[in-house]
C-alpha cells in the first residue's frame, strides 16, 4: 500500500527517487502517467494492465471515453529503475505535471501520485 508523503529533487537530466517504501511495491518497474488533477501517477504494472484492460472495454463512440483513453494510454510510460532507486522522468510527463526541480510524491493507496512542491496540485488527490 503506498503511504505518505515524500518531497524529493528532480536532478538536471529528470531523475526522481523513488522512496524504497513505493518501489517495494511497484516492484522492478513503474508505469507512470498524466492523473487525473493537473499531477502524475505511477502504478504497479500489473495494475496498469488490468485497468487498460477495463479501459479498452468501455465504448469509443463516447466522448468521455475517447478522452479517458488519450490521457490513459498516450501520457503512460513503462519506466525501470536504476540501481540508485531512481527514474527518468520523460520530459512530456514532467511538462504534464509542471515539475521542475523537485516534487512532493503521496501515497493513496493502491497508486502513488506526484505534484509540484510549490503549486500543491497533488492535494486536490483524495
Same mark, same amino acid.
Given at each position: 500500500?503506498? #503511504? =505518505?508523503? @515524500?518531497?524529493?529533487?528532480?536532478?538536471?537530466?529528470?531523475? $526522481?527517487? *523513488?522512496?524504497?517504501?513505493?518501489?517495494?511495491? +511497484?516492484?522492478?518497474?513503474?508505469?507512470?502517467?498524466?492523473?487525473?488533477?493537473?499531477?502524475?501517477?505511477?502504478?504497479? #504494472? =500489473?495494475? @496498469?494492465?488490468?485497468?487498460?484492460?477495463?479501459?479498452?472495454? $468501455?465504448? *469509443?463512440?463516447?466522448?468521455?471515453?475517447?478522452? +479517458?483513453?488519450?490521457?490513459?494510454?498516450?501520457?503512460?510510460?513503462?519506466?525501470?529503475?536504476?540501481?540508485?532507486?531512481?527514474?527518468?522522468?520523460?520530459?512530456?510527463?514532467?511538462?504534464?505535471?509542471?515539475?521542475?526541480?523537485?516534487?512532493?510524491?503521496?501515497?493513496?493507496?493502491?497508486?502513488?501520485?506526484?505534484?509540484?512542491?510549490?503549486?500543491?496540485?497533488?492535494?486536490?488527490?483524495?
Amino acid at each position: 500500500m503506498f #503511504l =505518505g508523503q @515524500y518531497e524529493h529533487n528532480i536532478d538536471e537530466k529528470g531523475r $526522481i527517487t *523513488i522512496p524504497a517504501e513505493f518501489r517495494e511495491e +511497484l516492484g522492478d518497474c513503474v508505469v507512470i502517467t498524466q492523473g487525473y488533477d493537473g499531477n502524475l501517477q505511477a502504478l504497479p #504494472l =500489473g495494475l @496498469y494492465d488490468l485497468l487498460a484492460e477495463r479501459i479498452r472495454g $468501455i465504448s *469509443i463512440l463516447d466522448p468521455d471515453s475517447r478522452r +479517458l483513453r488519450r490521457i490513459f494510454f498516450s501520457y503512460a510510460k513503462k519506466i525501470e529503475f536504476d540501481k540508485a532507486g531512481r527514474v527518468l522522468l520523460p520530459a512530456f510527463l514532467r511538462d504534464t505535471a509542471n515539475l521542475k526541480e523537485n516534487a512532493i510524491l503521496v501515497g493513496n493507496g493502491s497508486i502513488s501520485s506526484s505534484g509540484h512542491q510549490k503549486t500543491g496540485k497533488f492535494s486536490r488527490r483524495r
